[in-house]
């Protein structure tokens, strides 16, 4: 009887294997860079939406009217909110370079990632909510509680809050995408198993 050589298949060992996927890595970088030009841009334009105004008080007097991010605690909210996710997306886009160029990432840093992810984009989106309630008080007022609108007259005012909205919400759907991105990823590294 002859004996046929067969391979050895090798078992599995007890180490966590590292998923070596540099496409999902590369795109969870470009999403975090998304994250922080967005955010600091929306601060940016936050913070310098300074306008004064001579309002008339009386025939012949006027009296200078400022309108600034610091008068609403929602708008220094929404400062706070977006100045954490871009420090935040500094120190993850750096972890995912470092991951990027030893090749993969653990399993144990994906599951943090999707974890504060997740956090910062409930942060996020609730300071974008805060600031785009009292920013449609803004530019349609409230009837019932007597409260002016202000658009008509900080139009300049206006016009940065509204700008800074908008790309605090590219900020949310670029954490969004990163949850589910880190998710997608941490599935296929556990269904490797």
């Excluded at 046929?4 to 078992?11: A, F, G, H, N, R």
């Excluded at 999403?31 to 030009?37: G, H, I, N, Q, T």
């Excluded at 706070?80 to 420090?87: F, Y």
């Excluded at 009837?143 to 139009?155: D, L, Q």
Aim: aromatic share 10%; glycine share 6%; with cysteine.
């Amino acid at each position: 009887m002859s004996s046929i050589d067969t391979p050895e298949v090798p078992l599995k060992s007890s180490a966590a294997p590292e998923y070596k996927s540099t496409r999902g890595l590369v795109v969870d970088v470009a999403l975090r860079v998304l994250l922080f030009a967005t955010g600091l841009a929306a601060i940016i334009v936050m913070v310098t939406s300074k306008q004064t105004k001579m309002i008339p008080v009386a025939p012949g007097i006027a009296i200078p009217l400022d309108a600034e991010f610091n008068h609403s605690p929602a708008f220094i909210y929404f400062v706070a909110a977006l100045s954490v996710a871009c420090l935040y997306s500094i120190i993850t886009c750096a972890l995912s370079v470092l991951a990027l160029i030893q090749g993969g990432i653990s399993t144990k840093m994906h599951f943090h990632f999707v974890m504060f992810d997740a956090l910062l984009l409930g942060i996020v989106a609730a300071a974008t909510g805060a600031a785009g309630g009292v920013a449609y008080i803004g530019l349609k007022g409230n009837s019932h509680t007597r409260w002016n609108k202000i658009c008509n007259t900080f139009g300049s005012f206006c016009f940065h809050f509204a700008a800074s909205i908008l790309l605090s919400l590219i900020s949310s759907i670029s954490l969004l995408l990163l949850v589910w991105l880190s998710i997608f990823l941490l599935f296929k590294k556990i269904a490797r198993r």
